[in-house]
């Protein structure tokens, strides 16, 4: 026996894959990540007696004919199409034995692959509940492979997977074991005859699949030309005149192939009529109470986000703070000391600080996800959605933009039309994220009055919930614009499983968030660092004399130096240059304007007390008009450029890694930022106009 | 023939009759096939999607595809 194994862990979506992975590799998971290649596969690991398996938890898919960049993961791993590896040395086909029908399908199409293959049934209590019986061997005696019955829970059924893995236990049937009607048998033959089985490239295991690929897709027929093209189009042809095509042909035969089967392993009704999920959907799903539902969600996720994630976010901060602090008095003094403190420390800081609040969105999609309330949410949701250009799917990507755009365009992965997913992307960013709440906080507080507006509303409150709304509308609005212009992606087909609702396990939740958390710190992180060092580079040269106070030395500085050549461009935003400073270093990240802003002020206690910050900021005088810098008028303008322009560069790069090109972040840059412009400049000049 | 796209109501009773579009494939090969009995189960808010229910699971699809699925009464 070899020893490194790898074997691929497939089946369709929602079942329980997932949970079955985690149960088999435990905590021993690493997330493989290819340049250039944007679905991250997750490996684990299973030792045995001088043997390592690697376990590869693929995307679900429901066949082998990819509809989504999940799916084409999947599927080219495994043929052995993924770059840079070949096909697995076997498969475990996972399959629901409450919905074995549809999951039958998938399996019968993975043995044609002639690997080793091995079938689990999961959810087997679930499916005695519904009365199902099913009989694991009869279905191992028809399919020809090994099959495995258990609940993904029980440890000692994982056990048992576990022995069957390690000791080798996998069955290569070889191709059509569904036996393809008659009909469609002699066109594969004629197709073997006359083409596949005098091309030596075509191994024999793969010769019966190559002639249904060549009956069922065009492009691959578009691929030949000559007598190969010929001899093509000839057994089409036979199908045809017998009223078939060859992808639909295919399909009915394995149909008809599983109708069989499931007629000798299974006893019970095959549809058990009303479950509980379809009586839960009768509210969830309602026309009114559906919509409602969802919009309640979605406050008490915020309301839990911004609540519970204080502490947690103090405790972050107060980290940073020691390790900074240590590693000033540490490090000799000098650049590397700024640079590390100044530089890399507070970059880092200032986006880990998020952390909490990502974390505990994760852990509400992951319960969302896990219970399948985000299918109901998006079936909701889709009809509204699709006429501004996106899908019932975007709504759990624009949900995480709340806390962090990062992990929310790696989550537009689901989304199938690559159009929507696009869009998606592309308005993502609208949403207000963390990063945007400090700034958010510090500007309000400091200019918009505290008053009570109506009933228990005040007009610092309902300023806070108008920004999130202009953001949600803003994301409306570009979508139905991007709509219009980008080009079509072709048809993709709309079907969109309902799962059964689960109530899902507490590790897969952990195990989730733990892992979105990690793509998070790794993604951000690594931008951060790099950013926050050209921006100390141009925060900190040319270096100050000596007796300068550090607000005197920025002014002096490279960033200082730009933000003065921006002021013209600037000033009829109602911005002076010192915004303009805090414009270019919050391209980082946007709190950084809280921090840069108490630096240029010169605030004496430790940078970010938005007390004395605002203070600071009330009494600036211009010293040629005499008139205060900051006014109402301005914090508003400088509210809305915060809330449309592009300031983030980790965004930026995950939209470049997810897309391939640097056309699409150059874009979203370039009309953001615009926008940006625009809508500042039409408020500040509109209101001075109007005498505000 | 009517199309699943025209059903408005709840409707235990369907069966697939003719399944055509670009959508053909992946409609059969979710189990969508003729000879398949369907149950129509609700509409979205917006009219689109819709919810069925095909050998046992319940499946939402946009009218794009509703209209490429022809079904009968029976029984």
Known sequence: MKTYQRIALAGNPNTGKTTLFNALTGLRQRVGNYPGITVERKSGFLKSAGTTHEIIDLPGLYSLNPTSKDEEIAWQTLTGTYPFEPEPDAVIVVADATNLMRNLYLVTQITDLGLPTMVVLTMMDAAREQDRLINPQALQDTLGVPVVALNARNDAEVDQLKDAITAGNFATPGPLQWKPSVKLQKAINHLRTGLIDSNDAIPERAADLESLRLLAQDAALDALTGDARAVVVEARQMLEKEGLNGSAAEVLDRYNYIDEILQTVCAGPVDPRKSITETIDRVVTHRIAGPALFMGILLLVFQAIFSWAGPFMDLIDLGFITASNWLADTLPDGLLNSLVVDGVMAGLGGVMIFLPQILILFFFIAILEGTGYMARAAFVMDGFMMKIGMHGKSVLPLMSGFACAVPGIMATRGIENYKERLITMMVLPFMACSARLPVYALLISAFVPGDTAFLFFTWQGLTFFGLYLFGIVMAAVAATIFKKFLPGAGHTPFLMELPTYKIPAFSNILYQMGERGWIFIKEAGKIIIVVSMGLWVLASFPAGEPGMSSAEQLENSYAGQIGKVIEPAIEPLGFDWKIGIGLITSFAAREVLVATMSTIYSVQSDDEDITSLREMMLSDVNPETGEPVFTLLTAISLLIFFALAMQCMSTLAIVKRETNSWKWPAIMFGYMTALAYFMSFVVYQGGKLLGF | ?75
Do not use: C, W, Y
Request: hydrophobic residues 45%; proline residues 8%.
């Open chain 2, 1 to 75: 023939m009517p199309k699943l796209s025209d059903i408005l109501t709840p409707a235990e009773n369907l069966r697939v009759t003719r399944v055509t579009g670009p959508a053909l494939n992946r409609m059969l090969e979710m189990g969508i096939t003729p000879g398949t009995a369907i149950d129509f189960i609700r509409q979205a808010p917006l009219g689109f999607p819709i919810e069925i229910k095909v050998r046992g699971f319940l499946v939402a699809l946009r009218k794009s595809e509703a209209d490429h699925i022809e079904v009968d009464h029976h029984g």
